[in-house]
């Protein structure tokens, strides 16, 4: 008999059917046991009365979180949760929990388990409906960036993640023994990116793991995470790559809310708003006028603290009432010596970060491609030359004009479900202090 799973049942009323998942509870009445059981797609009832002998040792012999396979009737029942249960003819236990579960997996009352001690059982966490939920979101939003690039005719590429120099900057480095020699892992894919541009290839994206020696422990940073990246050519500005940029996450969003809206709203209490285009713009001089105005103190003149962000976004979405707000025209001294400068001031550069809900998800720009131009402003940033020779030698056989973003899906799953930590929303978190489970 094929197994089917909870959710099927109530199709299969009045037949002998086959379910197996996890035990969440277990109700004994004498006479009558009641157990709910758990798999993927959701929970159902099953019953075991008396007259079945061995199966009502088995439930006896039963732990919370054991794995069963189920053999029974489907039947209509008004008093079961969902109108449906199975009435038990034979009980299977494929794999016995120990008594004494380290963290709860079915959570009693609003406080949940302090954050630390889940992700020290991540995958006793994860069998919570909730957990498993934004992990179904994240195939399909992987599923849907991925359908829009290929619609749009992107080719996608996979960039090697040791590389013999820093892809960035010289911090923020994990440095390996590549045999005889020193590499290091790939803080992002932007240099082969833009390879992939002096190759022909117009359009790339790619989906992939990035490492960044950040020894930071706040809520919105990791030492390993997946990044989406996305590079185009024959672009006139960085607004071409915003255009692009907000077209995919509106049809990212609109897959999301039409299949997950009612369980995203349901679980968390969030309610996904798909976006209008064109999203809001400032640039970052015109959002130190709008944070002075606030009374929001600066760290820096020429970026944006957590809490500026935060309240920037708040005041777009009160004048714009818009979730999404592009900050552009960052000073070349936030932003790597391959930015493009503005024609008109060449201290600033042609990029951008794109905030949702006041947490910076995309960071963007058009890329220098001039060779010339490129080494000037290698040197003025005081690069060594040697260590970046090979990316520069993308730009001496020609290269047509282009830019892209990097968005880190984790920030945008944060804001999807409204929590206020990366790790909640990251299938095994990689931080400073944390390399297990």
């Not at 061995?54 to 794995?67: G, P, T």
């Not at 929990?97 to 009693?108: D, S």
């Not at 911090?171 to 894919?189: G, I």
């Not at 056989?397 to 409204?418: A, N």
């Amino acid at each position: 008999m094929e197994r089917i799973l909870t959710q099927q049942v109530r199709e299969k009323i009045g037949q002998q059917i086959k379910i197996a998942g996890f035990v969440q509870i277990i109700r004994d009445q004498g006479n009558i046991k009641f157990l709910i059981i758990r798999d993927i797609t959701g929970t159902i009832q099953v019953v075991i009365i008396k007259n079945n002998v061995e199966a009502m040792k088995i439930v006896e012999s039963l732990s919370l979180e054991s794995v069963v396979e189920i053999i029974g009737l489907a039947k209509k029942e008004e008093q079961a949760p969902g109108g449906v249960e199975i009435a038990v003819e034979k009980i299977i236990i494929l794999s016995l929990a120990t008594p004494e579960l380290p963290i709860p997996v079915a959570e009693k009352g609003v406080e949940e388990t302090d954050l630390q001690k889940r992700l020290d059982w991540r995958w006793l966490d994860l069998r919570k409906p909730e957990k498993a939920l934004v992990f179904k979101v994240w195939t399909l939003m992987e599923n849907a960036f991925r359908e829009y690039w290929i619609k749009n005719n992107y080719i996608e590429i996979h960039s090697p993640k040791f590389m013999s120099t820093p892809s960035e900057s010289g911090a923020e480095l994990f440095e390996v023994k590549y045999f005889d020699k020193k590499a290091y892992l790939a803080q992002s894919p932007q240099f082969y990116k833009q390879m992939a541009m002096a190759s022909g290839f117009e359009k790339i994206f790619e989906v992939g793991p990035d490492f960044r020696a950040n020894p930071s422990f706040t809520s919105r940073h990791d030492t390993e995470f997946t990044g989406y990246d996305a590079e185009i050519s024959f672009i006139e500005s960085h607004q071409n790559v915003i255009i692009e940029e907000q077209k995919a996450i509106q049809y990212v969003l609109e897959k999301i809310k039409e299949k997950f809206g009612k369980e995203i709203l349901t679980c968390y209490g969030r309610d996904i708003v798909v976006p209008t285009i064109p999203f809001p713009q400032v640039t970052m001089k015109e959002a130190k006028e709008i944070l002075a105005k606030l009374k929001v103190l600066s760290e820096k003149d020429g970026d944006l603290s957590p809490e500026e962000e935060r309240k920037l976004s708040e005041y777009i979405q009160e004048k714009k009432g818009h979730e999404f707000l592009f900050v552009t025209e960052y000073p070349i001294e936030v932003r790597p010596f391959y930015h493009m400068r503005l024609e008109t001031n060449s201290k600033l550069t042609k990029s951008f970060d794109l905030l949702w809900n006041g947490l910076e998800i995309t960071t963007g720009a058009q890329r220098e491609h001039r060779y010339d131009i490129l080494v000037s402003q290698a040197k003025e940033k005081g690069l060594k030359f040697e260590p970046i020779q090979f990316y520069l030698n993308f730009f001496k056989y020609g290269c047509p004009p282009h830019g892209g973003f990097g968005l880190g899906p984790s920030r945008m799953l944060m804001k999807i479900f409204d929590v206020g930590n990366v790790r909640e929303v990251t299938y095994l978190y990689r931080g400073v202090k944390r390399l297990e489970p």
